[in-house]
């Protein structure tokens, strides 16, 4: 109840702080438009900004200061606003160097670019660097077992940690930091892989029943409306039941199951957009040109449909790339997802996960599954950002 | 009767584009007195829409006044805060925007609509206001004025709506009324009644108005005095008459000379000569709507037939037939003497190529990710099997033709040219397959009036060097009339009259056609009066007596 | 009026028939597994008579065609069948207390509900007012704030937000409990409670979704002539948003909210998982693992329902919601 009491009484206070600053600001600044036309819930806005930002700040450097059992405490909300600095920074400094160096285009491309999305790019690209290279980065093999299970992370022997193993050992001792650099390998790229398969599929099967309509755009159409019926996990869900006993059956990797059903199930959602998109370029005058030109159906889905629908598959591509990452990391923290023995963040996750009670008295063991969720999200919010910004650029065109 | 309403002085306006602020209008000034009609007329991209919303004070998202004074009735309407301009907008400004269908909320009556500005004044009361609303809807000669107020936007047409939307401005009796493009998207035969409606009501209430168009026909007949304007700024300023008679700038005699533009009557077409294209007998339909019944015309070698008519008439459908787009259900289709596939798809190369076409939005009608050259080229390669060299050679000197300097252009993307330029390398690409016929479907409608009258001339030339047929699809008389030598009016999917142009033009006609001719607005300023005499409807008050159409 | 009612008339129909041909999907799948039904159920050890009994009650022994009738006869009497695991149970350990899939799954059922109805009561209003202030301040720092925040919170994993909800609150803050063991018979207060954290982290990836839904439905509505015309008469920013926004926004606000509660039940699976919750995902997720075809199907069929019953109400709303449909020409 105090809480909420606390909750109140700071809101009441933002609220009355709102009212004095608009009033203010109008009475010193000569009624200026500026304070003069601004609604009321703008100079709350304002007020609650600064109040956030002064708390953020006060418990931080509160958290720096405080001992043992609050510091604690205050652990994760350190690490949070540290390596929120931390990645802010980046990425100005990446749109710095973006903005000064590379050819004309490049740097033109970066003046105009927001914050977020030159975050998004720097992210994408060590993500690409870290799975390509993940054999060289890693200090140890994804499957390598050590003899010692259980090291907790932070390298320090006082508190039980190994220098060796930076992040520690997990439950059969494999050492959790090289698991993490083969994890962006194993699950970004076989989502890498589903997303262009569900592309090339469902791309397709898109511009061949935008172009060719009639009855082939009919039986797809309505196919994929059935598809579409049912919910995309829950029926990769249903898929992976199955997919294990053949997997079982004929000796095939269930992984590749996996890869095929859920492209199978993303090449719905792809089909409706390139059939979309492509249905509006179909029907501009330039494509019924070269209809009446008597050009054939690749010259015509290749050289005047295509060119003119890489942005929106693009960001499409983004998108459907975030959803099968975060779908095959579903499947696999419910299990049924990619197998063991390869590293991947979403059975890491699911291992890992007890360890987050210990959050109080050993935050950094804690950290282990909070670190491969957050691989997780990171890559997904980059390239949302990227995605964001592009949709936003091709709209912003259109105008 | 005098005195000042609103006064603008050096008006700026700037508009937010790629984080700059770039200008729209630098520095106009106007004075507009009680009672009087400005017109404000220029080519897109003018700022004439900009700088009309600007006299109430308002400016669009991404806009911004950067300098400069609006003082309407002695209020700064720049610097008012924003309750004051709401209390003026609606009450003594308002505004009828060039598309009634889109401004009228589509989940309201327009009864609803109409009552909402006095009663929120506080003018009138809602029952008042209801039943003034009705009388102003009789006075603009809406039909069934009693009812219409209760139906839904969607439920109205178009030219009825915009009738609709002036009462609506009107509703709180303003001192001033902004009418941005009013009648642009009407038909002709609609735009009449429309225009009558607005110039009565404005005079009957002695309301000021600004009428911005780019028809200079139409704001003749509205205003009683004319600014050009160009990029954002001013050209020139003058009473009506002076302006149409004597104007001062090059600018303003360039735009009142497209319209005499005129080619000289070709000799009468050798009876015994077989026409390149024959449209016999055809019949068409979408799906089981039919939209053209028994279309019969000739064109003729080296001749140009205007096809004229309004939204709906089917035009551009019987282009589709031709085109095999379309096929025919009854009927066929001859080039040459010989009756050729109906559906394109059964045609051969050399049947595709003899027909060409010609779009009306360049934009859609060029390949945004291709080069100029590569757009011109691949006809010239498709067709002729030049490739190579060969084909540069060809492709440099069809540019040549449509009067673009090759070097310049042959690398470029459609988005780095003009809106004529664009039209001209649509003429290239059609010229490249080397046709006899070509379909030129609305080619000028979305030009600005010089360009197009650059593009026709072209067309002309092109015509009399190459030899070439044109089918020439329009709804404007003036076009017909400067490039046509055979006319075919179209009605509700019919021929209603066709002929030689001299003859077209020369009474006595199908009702139709008289309807159609003399619902073009003339550049004289008396025209609009002397035709709503000569149609029986002399002013407001006998109602729907002349309801036309 | 009598159009409308056709037009709804024939959406029905058409979600009846989706839902049919989805079962037949659900079906299908199902019974392309290859090798014998029997063997795998009971594994290597089973006795041949078991076997040869269980194969009987499945039907295996007709062909598809008949098996798939009588398959959807039972489901629409409500017989959903008998779970593999309950009649392993029963074949190994005897005894004849089985329970059909159908008792299995009601009280989980509920559960489910009361987990989505909760979400529902606290995102919906949530995002709706988020969403408005974001369309109305758009482009100021609050809306791109929300936006970076939104976008990053449907960016994220469901388990990524549930571990850091319990983190916070639950371990590092004891507000909320972190395992939701809810049983039959328990206070509300009590359910609400154990509740509060997987709905918690349900309203943060719903919010966010139908937040940013909300916004570019009123921005595309703001940017319409109508409103500009309105504000051209004089009326109040609030009268522009009441009278002339909000009744054409109803339709696709509508569409927003069927859409993300369909989007629930997708998000649900992870979650209940995460906390334990004894709902109907997290006995669907079990039986995945374990095969239990019977109860796989069942969960999978329930899912697919609502999910197009969602769609289905949200396509209806928007067409009683057009004027152009409830007042024709």
Known sequence: MSLLTILAISLIGCLCAAWVFRFSGQVLSDQKPFFRDMPYGVA?????????????????????????????????????????????????????????????????????????????????????????????????????????????????????????????????????????????????????????????????????????????????????DVLMAIPALIFALLLMTIATVWANNFGIDRTIFMVVIIAVIDATRVYRLARAVGQNIVVMDYIEAAKLRGEGLMYLIFREILPNATAPLLAEFGLRFCFVFLTIASLSFLGVGIQPPLADWGTMVKDLSQFINFAQFAPNVASAPLLAAGAIALLTVAVNFVVDWMLHKSSGLKE | MSGTLLKIRNLQI?????????????????DLNKGEVLGLIGESGAGKSTAGLAAMGFTRDGCRISGGTVEFDGIDLVNASAAVKRGLLGKRIAYVAQSAAASFNPAHKLIEQHVEAPVQH?????????????????????????????????????????????????????DL??????????????????????????????????????????????????????????????????????????????????????????????????????????????????????????????????????????????????????????GHIEFDGVALPLDYKKRNKDQLRQAQMIYQMADTALNPRKSIG???????????????ADKRRRVEQLLEQIELEPTQYINRLPSELSGGQKQRVGIARALAADPKFIICDEVTSALDQLVAEGILKLLADLQDTLGLSYMFITHDLATVRSISDEVVVMKDGRVVEQGPKADMFQPPHHPYTDLLLSSVPEMDPDWLTELLEKRGIDNIGDAAVGKMV | MGSIARII????????????????????????????????????????????????????????????????????????????????????????????????????FMNTMFLAGVTAVIAVPLSIILGLLAALYRNTVFDRAANITTLSSISSPEFFLAYILILFLAVLNPVFPSLSNIFDGMGFGDRLNKTMLPALTLTLVVTAHMMR???????????????????????????????????????????????????????????????????????FVDSVKIRDIPVVQACCLIFAAAYILLNLAADIMSILSNPRLRHPK
């Open chain 2, 14 to 30: 700037e508009g937010r584009a790629d984080e700059t602020w770039n200008p729209i209008i630098n520095g106009i000034d106007f």
């Open chain 3, 213 to 283: 839904m909300t916004r570019a439905a009123i921005i595309n509505l703001l940017a319409s002539p109508y409103i500009e015309m309105a504000r051209l008469k004089g009326i109040s920013p609030m009268r522009v948003i009441v009278k002339h926004a909000l009744p054409n926004a109803l339709a696709p606000i509508i569409n927003v909210i069927a859409l993300n509660l369909a989007y629930l039940i997708t998000g649900v699976v992870v979650v209940e998982v995460v906390f334990v919750y004894p709902g109907i995902g997290q006995l």
């Open chain 2, 374 to 388: 590569e757009i011109i080229g691949r006809p010239v390669q498709f067709y002729s099997g030049l490739t190579g």
């Open chain 1, 44 to 224: 709350f806005g304002y007020v609650l900004g600064v109040a956030v930002l002064a708390w953020i700040i006060v418990t931080y450097i509160g958290a720096k200061i405080a001992g043992f059992p609050a510091a604690n405490k205050l652990y994760f909300f350190v690490k949070a606003v540290e390596w929120f600095v931390i990645f802010a920074v980046a990425a100005v400094l990446f749109r710095i160097l973006g903005r000064n160096l590379g050819t004309a285009g490049m740097r033109k491309l970066f003046r105009s670019m927001p914050l977020t999305a030159s975050f998004g790019i720097l992210i994408i690209i060590l993500y690409a660097i870290v799975s390509i290279f993940a054999g060289w980065i890693a200090p140890y093999g994804q499957e390598q077992v050590f003899a010692q299970a259980n090291i907790p992370p932070g390298g320090d022997p006082s508190t039980g940690g190994n220098p060796q193993f930076p992040m520690g050992t997990d439950q059969i001792g494999r050492d959790i930091y090289s698991r993490l650099i083969y994890g962006a390998q194993n699950t970004v790229g076989i989502a890498f892989a589903t997303t262009c398969l569900a592309f090339f599929i469902g791309g397709t099967f898109g511009f061949l029943a935008a172009t060719l309509g009639g009855w082939l755009d009919q039986i797809v159409s309505r196919t994929v």
């Open chain 2, 122 to 174: 506080g003018v009138q009361d809602r029952a008042t206001s209801q039943a003034d609303g009705i009388e102003l809807y009789r006075r603009l000669r809406l039909p069934d004025p009693d009812n219409i107020g209760f139906r839904y936007p969607h439920q109205v047409s178009g030219g009825q709506l915009q009738r609709a939307m002036t009462a609506m401005a009107m509703s709180c009796r303003p």
């Open chain 3, 9 to 108: 008339l024939q959406r029905l129909a058409l979600g009846l028939l989706t839902l049919l041909i989805v079962s037949m999907v659900i079906f299908v799948a199902v019974n392309a597994l290859p090798g014998d039904f029997a063997q795998q159920i009971l594994g290597q050890g089973a006795t041949p008579e078991a076997i040869e009994a269980i194969r009987k009650d499945l039907g295996l022994d007709q062909n598809y065609f008949l098996r798939y009738f009588s398959w959807l006869g039972n489901l629409l009497t409500g017989n959903l069948g008998i779970s593999f695991a309950q009649m392993n149970f029963a074949s190994n350990m005897g005894g004849d207390q089985l329970i059909g899939v159908a008792e299995q799954i009601r009280p989980r």
């Open chain 2, 177 to 330: 009324i902004i009418f941005d493009e009013p009648t642009t998207a009407l038909d002709v035969t609609t735009q009449i009644e429309v225009l009558a409606a607005i110039r009565d009501i404005v005079e009957q209430f002695d309301t000021a108005a600004i009428y911005i168009t780019h028809d200079l026909a139409v704001v003749a007949q509205m205003a009683d005095k004319i600014k050009v304007l160009l990029k954002g700024d001013e050209v020139e300023e003058a009473d009506t008459r002076t302006m149409l008679s004597d104007p001062k700038e090059e600018y303003t005699k360039s735009l009142w000379a497209v319209r005499s533009f005129q080619r000289p009557a070709k000799p009468a077409i050798n009876t015994g000569a077989t026409p390149v294209i024959s449209v016999q007998n055809v019949t068409a339909a979408y799906g089981t709507v039919p939209v053209l019944f028994d279309v019969n015309f000739d064109i003729h070698q080296g001749r140009t037939v205007a096809v004229v008519g309004e939204s709906g008439s089917g035009k551009s459908t019987a282009a589709r037939c031709i085109t095999g787009l379309l096929p025919p259900k009854q």
